[in-house]
């Protein structure tokens, strides 16, 4: 596996922009699509023209799952 660090460089296609642009990765905070949490500090790449995440490398896999768990715990506690 890869690992990946801030700064570094790569190409990927963006959805916004429709075409395959250069990215830097960086941390930043990623807001899961169903609205409850956030994965917080998580290593992604953004595009260098519009600043879309357009990839998250394997190496943030772990963080991800635990802040799902912490969420899906914090949801199960308010129903």
């Given at each position: 596996m890869k690992v990946w660090y801030a700064g570094d460089k790569a190409?990927?296609?963006c959805e916004?922009?429709?075409k395959v642009v250069a990215t830097t990765f960086d941390y930043h905070?990623?807001?899961f699509e169903s609205g409850i949490g956030v994965a917080k500090q998580i290593m992604a790449?953004?595009?260098d023209e519009c600043g879309t995440v357009v990839a998250i490398p394997p190496q943030s896999t772990p963080a991800i799952r635990v802040?799902?768990?912490i969420a899906s715990k914090?949801?199960?506690q308010s129903q």
């Open positions: 190409k990927a296609v916004k922009c429709r905070d990623g807001p790449a953004t595009c802040a799902r768990e914090q949801l199960q």
